[in-house]
């Protein structure tokens, strides 16, 4: 498997076959094996100010605490150890990838922002109704609000996973990927292969 983080910087636009391709940003430089399992490997970025000693214990061999890691299960390709540079020259032009990210968190929104309900009519006297949700159950049986029902609440801040993007180019450390990636500017971004 291969796999490396890296840092969202944006979006931009390349031109490709005469054809506007727009493509995010992420630059991967920084990215560090720092730990090896039975089941699986962890990388990580950058490098943490002041880690607690459990810490520096665990990351001993890598002679660095990551500030931001993310761990894979299965093995890395090639024979890497631990503490040694992850390159983004593993990833070449037309390689499909899966990319890893926490989208952005839009705060509490109503049930027509989360889940794009219709609201209620405009007309017959409703003045105050066009956004809300509308009945949430029976009466007497089941006598109260089943779970998992639509409503009202926190939205986005969720881990969400992309398969089969492609990786459009590869210049130095920064890695284009096709199309829009899940985060702000400055996220945490996961590019792997299955």
């Known amino acids: 498997m291969k796999a490396i983080l890296g840092i969202k910087k944006g979006m931009t636009r390349v031109f490709k076959d005469d054809k506007v391709v727009p493509v995010t940003v992420i630059d991967a430089s ?3 094996l720092s730990y090896i399992e039975a089941k699986g490997f962890e990388l990580g970025l950058g490098e943490e100010k002041n880690p607690i000693k459990s810490m520096k214990g665990k990351y001993g061999v890598a002679k660095k605490v990551p500030e931001k890691r993310a761990y894979f299960k299965g093995e890395l390709e090639g024979d890497s150890n631990i503490g040694d540079d992850i390159k983004s020259v593993q990833f070449v032009a037309g390689d499909k990838v899966v990319v890893s990210g926490i989208s952005k968190g839009k705060g509490f929104a109503g049930v027509v922002k989360r889940y794009g309900f219709a609201g209620g009519p405009k007309t017959h006297g409703q003045s105050d109704r066009l956004r809300a949700p ?14 998992g029902k639509r409503m009202a609440g926190r939205m986005g801040q969720d881990k969400i996973t992309l398969l089969d993007r492609e990786v459009v180019d590869v210049k130095d450390s920064l890695i284009l990927v096709k199309g ?5 500017k400055g996220d945490l971004i996961a590019i792997f292969t299955k």
């Open 134 to 147: 509308g009945s949430i159950g029976a009466g007497t049986d089941p006598g109260r609000v089943l779970k």
């Open 30 to 32: 920084d990215c560090i």
């Open 180 to 184: 829009p990636v899940p985060g702000s």
